[in-house]
């Protein structure tokens, strides 16, 4: 009752401030025909509605230097109606970053998350990229690469994967933190806007060639980095014509420990009744739940080999038919290319159930305070080492085409259709095994630090060591796809009704298909068992591990591992025939990422611009935005005994105010206030209506869909003021408030196979059998909350110092968000919840740059520092949370200038080698540390 009574307050409150607002607007302002009063700040646009660029708008947009780049971000901002934060490119192929949202990362609010040394995500205000679109030249896109378990896997959400592109297609990055009527719904967090260059951009020819030798310390090779760009106006500079295209090639090595969670040490039947542990009797080791003593479920060592290419092409067209009338055409291709290899050497047994766990003996031991079995020498376990190969491919494309037609007396009319196809493909996603039974001498050991000490009792690199066993070991064959479409049609207009109101209006359509496909072999346990001379045959010496750690002494640096070449040539593993051959929705652990969304959206809005004064210069919009959304899912679920193919569709509407009013209190001092309802809906994968059970390794995982999963409302509230006391400089404070009637949560618990009412036939071929734990997950509607915070901004150029000093100046932000949420451990009345801050939330984030500049040297480092975050609630195997660890990442860039065309650079990303921790627990268990190197660029560059 309190929540709905909340969100019904602040809903009157949006809507009698927008009232209010109107009629105020309308008795202060001058009839129409009258002179109006000067305000001291010009008419501004709307923010959000697509413009065509008309000729000789390039001086606002080409800026020259880094300094001159903040000051044109900075303009951006002051001029807008809404809360809105940019980055410019200081000019074509110079970006402030080599990854778009590494540039996101500075601008106050944003957090992102990485992926194989590169950003791949981001968030705004704490809420992950889940809750915030992105559209590219004023079309909504979706883009879905794939990254290790540990980052993420493949993404079957909203959130976009910026790692696609390469930052020199792009010129201009706006992210939209406050609604307007005009912009489509769909953001709780932003909406980032995303812009390639056009040739109206320009005012005559233009041509900019740039070439990079990237080389990582870890991985210790030299890869090329390439782009260009083509631009030129015709027929007297009404018709403009511009290509550019970006290549790259990227290696990089990822290593570390891998853990896979803790357990209680009484799960999957418990250990050997031999066990022994000082202090502890065998009653305390078949203890399970949170009371448990914990211990690591698979620790284990790994190495990432990982190779990309990346290349993108942008074209544009742009006709100034008449005077009038100006019509344009953008194409954005971007292909991402690559493999990921894959050595691991694990424990697997420790987390198997059958003759896994209970077969190993504990002969010795240490609990520390938090009750983690942190040291342990073990007999009987079943170690493993493994080799995995991956094909990760993306490719994109988008076609976008504007018209905008001005009739005059204050009539103008637009228009924009697109489309837009990202389609990610791991056509070879492959694992084979090596296993080493009941084995004896094992021992870990997480004392001395973040690195466990693994040592094993005999040679890992002895062939004669290992085997490949029918039933035990395992090929996993397991291709897959994922595929976003997006069409978007909408016109929109507006009629200035007098010089101080302009009323614009749209109506918009867009649909959205997401399909995935996975396919998997019937039974991946079922092998040749190796003789020693083929496992020695089909084998090599995995090397090198551990570069650049600083290893406790001990741990191995090289291990056997199969040679998935070797083995595909000698079984033709990949004939899709007899043991080998594939299925889809045939097999019960692949049948779950089998499933198609659709979602339908017709909206309209009408908003009213206002440029007034009413004791202080006034600006801003207030307006309604109308969306009605058909939803249809289709997927295979359980029913009864056998899966079948279930569709489910469901309609929902809404109708969301917003507010935008900016005072100019001074000519140097601007305030702000926004009020709005916005939505986000929930994620793709989320609204499957199937059902998946997974057996991977010693993983057993069933997971379902929620077709009937409501989008997450959020009333929100902003303020802040913003102090420009020169150019290219501003002191800025913001305060934000979200309150949200819901959340979409991932409901985790553990379970034996046999209680969750599935037919015990999607076992076959699987190697689990029926009284092991699987961990059972399904998203859910939680209740929501508020979401707090505050932003502080600064930049200034130091032109007030003397002599050299004056080239001096700094870039810094820091944000603090706070959002408490009962987090689910069950669906049943009565059950207890969880407090806890909100998945993906950092509580502070914070970004410096101190730079250099002068005519012909420039220099600048960055601190980019995020608080750790949680990425589980309730997490598994009892553990209360799952997250990552903060981060202080910091990369430096400095150029000279040869001449007027002519520009050499060095760029060094991640100087200090963070590495990527994360944890489960409140305890901090160790889940995954792994570090991927430092990227160094040396670079040329040419424009005319």
Do not use: C
């Not at 073990?378 to 009739?407: K, Y």
């Not at 802040?720 to 290219?728: D, I, T, V």
């Not at 509580?843 to 220099?859: P, Q, V, W």
């Amino acid at each position: 009752m309190t929540g709905n009574w909340r969100h019904k307050s602040i809903l009157s409150l949006s809507t009698a401030l927008a009232s209010a607002l109107a009629g105020t607007l309308l008795a202060t302002v001058p009839a129409a025909g009258q002179e109006s009063p000067t305000s001291g700040s010009a008419a501004v646009p709307s923010d959000a509605q697509p413009q065509t660029d008309t000729p000789g708008a390039g001086a606002e947009i080409v800026v020259t230097g880094f300094r001159q780049s903040l000051a044109s971000a900075i303009n951006l901002k002051r001029n807008s109606s809404g809360v809105v934060d940019a980055i410019k490119a200081e000019d074509i192929a110079q970006f402030p970053d080599l990854n778009l949202a590494e540039s996101l990362q500075r601008i106050p609010g944003v957090a992102i998350t990485r992926v194989q040394g590169e950003g791949r995500s981001i968030s705004v205000r704490g809420l992950g990229s889940e809750y915030t679109r992105v559209r590219i030249n004023g079309m909504e896109a979706l883009t879905t690469s794939s990254g290790t378990a540990n980052s993420g896997g493949t993404n079957r959400g909203r959130g976009f994967d910026f790692n696609i592109f390469s930052s020199d297609l792009f010129n201009e990055l706006v992210v939209r933190k406050s609604s307007s009527a005009d912009v489509e719904e769909g953001s709780l967090g932003a909406t980032v806007d995303l812009r390639t260059a056009r040739p109206f951009d320009f005012t005559g020819p233009r041509l900019v060639a740039s070439a990079q030798a990237s080389y990582n310390d870890l991985a210790e090779k030299v890869t090329p980095r390439l782009s260009l760009l083509a631009s030129d106006r015709f027929l007297d500079g009404r018709l403009g014509v511009l290509v550019s295209a970006a290549y790259e090639k990227r290696r990089l090595i990822e290593e570390g420990a891998n853990i896979t969670r803790w357990e209680p040490a009484g799960d999957n039947g418990g250990f050997n009744a031999a066990s022994t542990l000082p202090g502890y009797t065998r009653a305390d080791l078949a203890v399970r739940g949170t009371e448990a003593i914990f211990h690591p479920r698979i620790p284990s060592y790994v190495s990432y080999d990982v190779e990309s290419e990346r290349i993108g092409v942008t074209g544009a067209l742009q006709y100034e038919v008449t005077d009038q009338m100006v019509v344009g055409v953008d194409a954005l291709y971007s292909r991402l290319n690559g493999t990921r290899k894959e050595a691991q050497l694990q424990a697997i047994g420790l987390s198997r159930g059958g003759t896994g766990k209970p077969n190993i003996i504990i002969r010795d031991g240490e609990v520390d305070e938090d009750n983690n079995l942190v040291f342990a020498a073990l007999d009987n376990v079943d170690l493993r080492t493994q080799t995995s190969f991956d094909e990760l491919n993306t490719e994109f494309l988008q076609v976008t085409g504007t018209i905008d037609q001005d009739f005059g007396n204050g009539l103008k009319i637009g228009a924009l259709a697109g489309y837009a196809d990202s389609k990610f493909g791991s056509p070879v996603s492959t694992t084979v095994t090596f296993d080493r039974v009941d084995s004896d001498g094992f021992s870990y050991d997480f004392r001395n630090g973040r690195v466990p000490t693994l040592t094993y009792g005999f040679d890992i690199t002895d062939p004669a060591n290992w085997s490949h066993l029918n039933g035990t070991s395992e090929v996993r064959i397991r291709p897959s796809t994922v595929r976003n479409r997006f069409e978007t049609g909408k016109v929109f207009g507006e009629y200035e009704i007098i010089p101080e109101l302009t009323l614009r209006a749209g109506v918009d359509y867009r649909r959205f298909r997401y399909d995935s496909t996975e396919r998997r072999r019937a039974s991946e346990t079922l092998v040749q068992t190796l003789t020693p001379q083929q496992v020695a045959d089909l084998s090599y010496t995995f090397t090198g591990f551990g570069r650049g750690m600083d290893l406790p002494a001990g741990v191995p640096s090289s291990w056997l591992a199969p040679n998935l070449d070797k083995f595909a040539d000698q079984f033709d593993i990949y004939s899709n025939t007899g043991i080998f051959q594939l299925f889809g929705v045939e097999n019960s652990s692949a049948r779950g990422n089998n499933d198609s969304v659709q979602e339908k959206t017709w909206g309209g809005y009408a908003q009213l611009d206002f440029n007034v004064e009413a004791g202080l210069p006034l600006r801003g919009n207030v307006g309604l935005r109308y969306f009605r959304t058909r939803q249809d899912g289709t997927a295979f679920a359980a029913v009864g005994t056998r899966f079948e193919q279930v569709s489910i569709g469901r309609n929902y509407d809404m109708v969301l105010p917003s507010l935008n009013l900016v005072a100019d209190v001074s000519s140097t001092v601007v305030a702000r206030f926004a009020a709005a309802q916005t939505i986000a809906r929930p994620g793709l994968g989320s609204l499957s209506p199937g059902g998946n059970v997974s057996v991977q390794g010693a993983n057993r995982n069933y997971s379902s869909g929620n077709p009937f999963l409501n989008p997450t409302k959020s009333n929100n509230l902003d303020l802040s003021l913003e102090w420009y006391p020169q150019s290219g400089a501003i002191f800025a404070i913001g305060l934000f408030y979200k309150d949200i009637d819901t959340f979409v949560q991932t409901l985790r618990r553990d379970a034996a196979y046999n209680t969750l009412g599935l037919p015990l036939e999607l076992l076959a071929g699987t190697g689990a059998t029926p009284d092991e734990v699987f961990q059972v997950t399904q998203p859910v509607n939680s209740d929501g909350g508020p979401l707090k915070g505050l932003e502080l901004n600064v930049q200034q150029p130091f032109t007030f110092l003397p002599g050299a000093l004056a080239n001096f100046g700094v870039q810094a932000n820091y944000t603090f968000v706070d959002s408490s949420i009962e987090y689910l451990t069950s669906t049943a009345p009565g059950a207890p919840t969880v407090d806890a801050t909100l998945v993906g939330l950092s509580r502070h984030a914070a970004n410096g740059t101190l730079y250099y500049e002068d005519t012909k040297f420039s220099i600048r480092g960055s601190i980019a520092y995020r608080s750790g975050y949680l990425t589980s609630v309730p997490a598994g195997n009892s553990n209360d949370v799952q997250g990552v660890r903060g981060t202080i990442n910091v990369d430096a860039q400095a150029s000279y200038n040869l001449n007027d065309r002519v520009q050499i650079s060095i760029e060094a990303v991640n100087l200090t080698d963070q590495y990527n921790d994360s944890y489960v627990d409140s305890s901090n268990r160790l889940n995954a540390y792994t570090h991927t190197g430092r990227q160094f660029f040396f670079g040329v560059r040419y424009a005319l």
